[in-house]
């Protein structure tokens, strides 16, 4: 709640080290939770956005040899085969600066955007390619199950956990 008595979150997890109800607390922001209890009233389960690439924090190390004026975006590592990503174009080594219009300031950012993001909906990407920007846009998929995720990540192992984010 907020000071004017207002709903802003709703608690997900309790970490306490007794077990009782003291300690810190998780919420889902508000704005989130109404989403998703739209959708499930609406259609009985929830849709989440996919564009099936994995995703890379950029460092000072990484903006300098990719010649970017700053360490931000989202350095494309891995495309899933068949993803909205791949039919859209998107190549290891672009970085994502915005999505539909929002900077993105770290890696991070992005997978909650395209989840929230409805599945047939198209996004505008701005890219940095080459040392250019450029625009795309992709049609957003519905996230795959953990299974299917599990065979894409068998089909193409990642190289390292940081790839592993299903949202994005």
């Known amino acids: 709640f907020n000071v004017r008595g207002e709903v802003v979150g709703v608690n997900s997890q309790i970490y306490s080290r007794s077990g009782g109800y003291q300690g810190v607390s998780?919420?889902?922001?508000?704005?989130?939770?109404?989403?998703?209890?739209?959708?499930?009233?609406?259609?009985?389960?929830?849709?989440?956005?996919?564009?099936?690439?994995?995703?890379?924090?950029?460092?000072?190390?990484?903006?300098?040899?990719?010649?970017?004026?700053?360490?931000?975006?989202?350095?494309?590592?891995?495309?899933?085969?068949?993803?909205?990503?791949?039919?859209?174009?998107?190549?290891?080594?672009?970085?994502?600066?915005?999505?539909?219009?929002?900077?993105?300031?770290?890696?991070g950012n992005l997978p909650a955007l395209v989840g929230r993001t409805p599945p047939n909906e198209n996004a505008t990407l701005e890219i940095w390619r080459n040392g250019a920007k450029k625009t795309i846009t992709v049609k957003i998929a519905q996230l795959p199950s953990d299974e299917e995720l599990a065979k894409l990540n068998d089909e193409k192992a990642p190289e390292s956990p940081e790839e592993l984010s299903p949202a994005s």
């Open 26 to 107: 998780f919420a889902i922001p508000i704005d989130l939770a109404m989403e998703v209890a739209a959708q499930l009233e609406g259609k009985g389960k929830v849709a989440r956005g996919w564009l099936g690439l994995g995703l890379q924090e950029i460092d000072q190390v990484l903006a300098k040899s990719l010649k970017l004026e700053k360490p931000e975006g989202a350095l494309v590592t891995q495309i899933f085969p068949n993803s909205p990503a791949q039919k859209a174009g998107l190549e290891a080594g672009d970085v994502i600066l915005s999505y539909n219009g929002q900077a993105i300031l770290q890696s």
